[in-house]
């Protein structure tokens, strides 16, 4: 009754196509089908918003044959629900909320793979805060933490849907650009988060200005592995950061 939300009265001797949801039943099928041939069977189900792990086991009776089967149904949506959060604690950054250097790693490696994608779809833009160890030495490291926080917030107001954030480590931090149609496009992007920088912030009570300089790496024929990208887009950075800092180089 809990589970269907529908009273014994009205579930009691009937068929089971008839008692489920027609979407929760099409994934039911084929596994009573596979018990009905004799085979034990366990499988994960998610149905009416909780989720079950569920096992048929058939009955083997004195003729050929099965004449039934038994199941059982543990509600497992807590567990679930566990390995969602942990999996999303691994590949996410705990200061500022933002995916770590796993998750945008694994995100650009697949990226990097399709089969579509052609030279200069997209690109890395590679940041850190200027000045941010005088930052954390005059102010403070709560208070850096609040720099980290209002930059990464600052850093996603600028970026499409379809981008991505990431914090690596440290004041490190990378921009995934997809689905570019020329530098103009990476170019225009990394312009707008150096204009987002320029309001002072107040945090810990005091005025700061979050400074930032950018590399930016396109995609080339020859970039395999999200090293390849990283590499060329840190060397630009370091680029921007000798010849004048807030500003952007790209890569060659």
């Given at each position: 009754?809990?589970?269907?939300?529908?009273?014994?009265?009205?579930?009691?001797?009937?068929?089971?196509?008839?008692?489920?949801?027609?979407?929760?039943?099409?994934?039911?099928?084929?596994?009573?089908?596979?018990?009905?041939?004799?085979?034990?069977?366990?499988?994960?189900?998610?149905?009416?918003?909780?989720?079950?792990?569920?096992?048929?086991?058939?009955?083997?009776?004195?003729?050929?044959?099965?004449?039934?089967?038994?199941?059982?149904?543990?509600?497992?949506?807590?567990?679930k629900s566990v390995e969602r959060e942990l999996r999303e604690s691994a590949e996410r950054d705990v200061l500022t909320g933002l995916p770590n250097?796993?998750?945008?790693?694994?995100?650009?490696?697949?990226?990097?793979?399709?089969?579509?994608?052609?030279?200069?779809?997209?690109?890395?833009?590679?940041?850190?805060?200027?000045?941010?160890?005088?930052?954390?030495?005059?102010?403070?490291?709560?208070?850096?933490?609040?720099?980290?926080?209002?930059?990464?917030?600052?850093?996603?107001?600028?970026?499409?849907?379809?981008?991505?954030?990431?914090?690596?480590?440290?004041?490190?931090?990378?921009?995934?650009?997809?689905?570019?149609?020329?530098?103009?496009?990476?170019?225009?992007?990394?312009?707008?988060?150096?204009a987002a920088m320029l309001p002072l912030a107040r945090l810990g009570g005091v005025e700061i200005a979050l400074r930032t300089s950018i590399g930016v790496a396109l995609r080339k024929a020859q970039d395999r592995v999200p090293a390849d990208l990283l590499k060329r887009a840190?060397?630009?950075?370091?680029?921007?950061?000798?010849?004048?800092?807030?500003?952007?180089?790209?890569?060659?």
């Open positions: 009754e809990r589970a269907l939300r529908r009273p014994l009265s009205e579930v009691t001797g009937q068929a089971l196509e008839s008692v489920y949801e027609a979407a929760t039943w099409s994934k039911l099928a084929p596994h009573l089908d596979r018990a009905f041939a004799g085979e034990r069977v366990r499988f994960e189900l998610e149905a009416g918003g909780r989720a079950y792990e569920v096992t048929y086991v058939p009955e083997h009776g004195e003729h050929a044959g099965v004449p039934g089967v038994y199941g059982l149904a543990l509600d497992i949506s807590r567990l250097r796993r998750h945008f790693e694994q995100r650009l490696a697949a990226r990097l793979e399709g089969t579509a994608l052609t030279a200069g779809s997209i690109a890395v833009l590679f940041l850190d805060l200027d000045e941010f160890k005088r930052i954390n030495d005059t102010h403070g490291h709560d208070t850096g933490d609040q720099v980290l926080r209002e930059f990464a917030r600052r850093l996603t107001a600028c970026v499409r849907t379809d981008d991505l954030v990431a914090r690596l480590a440290g004041d490190e931090f990378v921009i995934l650009l997809d689905r570019l149609s020329d530098v103009v496009e990476a170019s225009r992007i990394a312009e707008k988060v150096l840190d060397v630009a950075l370091y680029r921007a950061k000798a010849e004048q800092r807030g500003s952007y180089r790209v890569a060659e």
